[in-house]
């Protein structure tokens, strides 16, 4: 049996994830107006993640989220939104459209020759983003697992309530 804190995590997991390849689409579109929505969106994940977590709270005022438990519900969401959005880019960049990927990495590698930045170090970064599974799970590392428990932090700084023993 789940208890309610990791149910609710789950739901609002998949919920971020939907919000995420929603994202994700916005972005792989060769639209400029939708490329532009999915930058300024991809900012707004912690703050819909901050939503989730203070709708548990309210909705659970029995139970005194203080910081390790506003964290630990923040982290997870993170977690499983990160999980299955990367789940999909890895299905799209493998089966759906296999050349998207190399083309985008190439694109970059070309902007960085015209700079003037391109580096052997570069290149071999490079090499290991074209490759899908190589390219989601360093996106997974740095997105979800660094900026995600930083800005799971801030969220359970913000959410917490402060505890006292005697109530």
């Not at 916005?26 to 707004?44: E, K």
């Not at 901050?50 to 964290?71: D, M, S």
């Not at 789940?87 to 296999?98: D, G, I, R």
Request: charged share 15%; aromatic share 18%.
């Amino acid at each position: 049996m789940l208890s309610p804190k990791s149910k609710s995590a789950i739901k609002s997991g998949y919920l971020v994830a939907l919000f995420l390849i929603g994202i994700f689409y916005c972005s792989i579109v060769n639209i400029f107006f939708l490329n532009f929505i999915a930058q300024i969106f991809i900012l707004t994940v912690p703050f819909v993640i901050y939503y989730f977590v203070k709708k548990y709270a309210k909705t659970h005022p029995e139970e005194p989220l203080t910081f390790g438990p506003a964290f630990g519900l923040s982290y997870s969401i993170f977690s499983i939104a990160g999980l299955i959005t990367e789940t999909v880019k890895f299905l799209f960049y493998q089966f759906a459209n296999a050349n998207y990927l190399p083309s985008k990495i190439d694109e970059q590698r070309q902007l960085y020759e015209r700079m003037g930045l391109l580096s052997n170090e570069a290149s071999k970064a490079f090499d290991i983003l074209s490759v899908p599974y190589q390219n989601v799970v360093f996106e997974y590392i740095i997105m979800y697992a660094i900026l995600g428990s930083i800005a799971s932090l801030i969220i359970a700084a913000v959410v917490k309530k402060k505890y006292t023993p005697f109530e």
